[in-house]
């Protein structure tokens, strides 16, 4: 089993700044990947950022340029540095980790980007 919390949410003005935290705990060996995606009412979940266990990054078109994922691997952490946020960030974000093939949510952590 692996729990995912998430934390760093919360209302930004367009073009600030936020950084999400995932700290991962239980059995976290042999996490394959972890990632950050995002959910606003009435729309599927999408893909923001991904990391694999190679060092391999994704990114969302959307988010390119603007967004950076990390890892702190002695800390068990994901984070996501959110930068040049537009209204249409908003939404809320999960973290996910997959682990032998068994996929893993986080609870969600809301940001809305609004003046």
């Known amino acids: 089993q692996v729990q995912l919390v998430e934390s760093g949410g919360g209302l930004v003005q367009p073009g600030g700044s936020l950084r999400l935290s995932c700290a991962a705990s239980g059995s976290i060996f042999s996490i394959y990947s972890m990632g950050w995606y995002r959910q606003t009412p009435g729309k599927e979940r999408e893909l923001v950022a991904r990391?694999?266990?190679?060092?391999?990054?994704t990114y969302a078109d959307s988010v390119k340029g603007r967004f950076t994922i990390s890892k702190d691997n002695a800390k068990n952490a994901l984070f996501l540095q959110m930068n040049s946020l537009k209204p249409e960030d908003t939404a809320v974000y999960y973290c996910r980790a997959i682990k032998l093939g068994r996929v893993y949510w986080g609870q969600g952590t809301q940001v809305t980007v609004s003046s």
């Open positions: 990391a694999v266990s190679g060092g391999s990054t």
